[in-house]
């Protein structure tokens, strides 16, 4: 999913929660976008160029020409913040400081937006997801040699 739907949808829940939450909807529209700087971090990691515009692109056209052959380079799958072991971290985090409360929402709101959108284009396309949701699984797939 797009940065922009994730503002969107972070900036229509913060409208909501503001009589509860004031400023603190602030870092709930951050933590809600800036989360994919992981796809950012993936990105340099495998390709060894830190320019955010080409991995934009990179990342677009990935996602087109999935869309147009079900084929994909699956190493480039694995983003750190999007996997079942964070979100876990991230919620022994919210339980323990109240300031982490607050950033659990932007971001369960950003991983839920997430797997709906896998969800409804597997139902509509028939593309499975390609996304692992967890980094033990990458990992051990990665050292099987079967990603």
Same mark, same amino acid.
């Given at each position: 999913?797009?940065?922009?739907?994730?503002?969107?949808?972070?900036?229509?829940?913060?409208?909501?929660?503001?009589?509860?939450?004031?400023? !603190?909807?602030?870092?709930?529209? @951050?933590?809600?976008?800036?989360? &994919?700087? &992981?796809? %950012?971090?993936? %990105?340099?990691?495998?390709?060894? &160029?830190?320019?955010?515009?080409?991995?934009?692109?990179?990342?677009?056209? +990935?996602?087109?020409?999935?869309?147009?052959? !079900?084929?994909?380079?699956? #190493?480039?799958?694995?983003?750190?913040?999007?996997? $079942?072991?964070?979100?876990?971290?991230?919620? $022994?985090?919210?339980?323990?400081?109240?300031?982490?409360? $607050?950033?659990?929402? !932007? %971001?369960?709101?950003?991983? @839920?937006? &997430?797997?709906?959108?896998?969800?409804?284009?597997?139902?509509?396309?028939?593309? #499975?997801?390609? +996304? #692992?949701?967890?980094?033990?699984?990458?990992?051990?797939?990665?050292?099987?040699?079967?990603?």
């Amino acid at each position: 999913m797009l940065p922009k739907w994730h503002f969107l949808a972070a900036l229509i829940l913060s409208i909501m929660l503001w009589p509860i939450f004031k400023l !603190g909807v602030f870092a709930i529209i @951050f933590i809600a976008v800036f989360i &994919d700087i &992981d796809h %950012y971090l993936t %990105y340099v990691f495998w390709k060894k &160029d830190f320019n955010l515009t080409n991995a934009y692109h990179f990342y677009i056209k +990935r996602g087109a020409t999935y869309r147009k052959t !079900g084929k994909i380079d699956k #190493k480039y799958s694995l983003c750190i913040f999007h996997t $079942i072991e964070f979100l876990l971290l991230f919620s $022994i985090l919210a339980l323990i400081f109240k300031f982490f409360q $607050i950033l659990f929402i !932007g %971001y369960a709101l950003h991983f @839920f937006q &997430d797997l709906f959108s896998e969800f409804f284009c597997f139902f509509n396309g028939g593309r #499975k997801s390609v +996304r #692992k949701l967890s980094l033990i699984g990458y990992v051990y797939q990665l050292r099987k040699g079967t990603l």
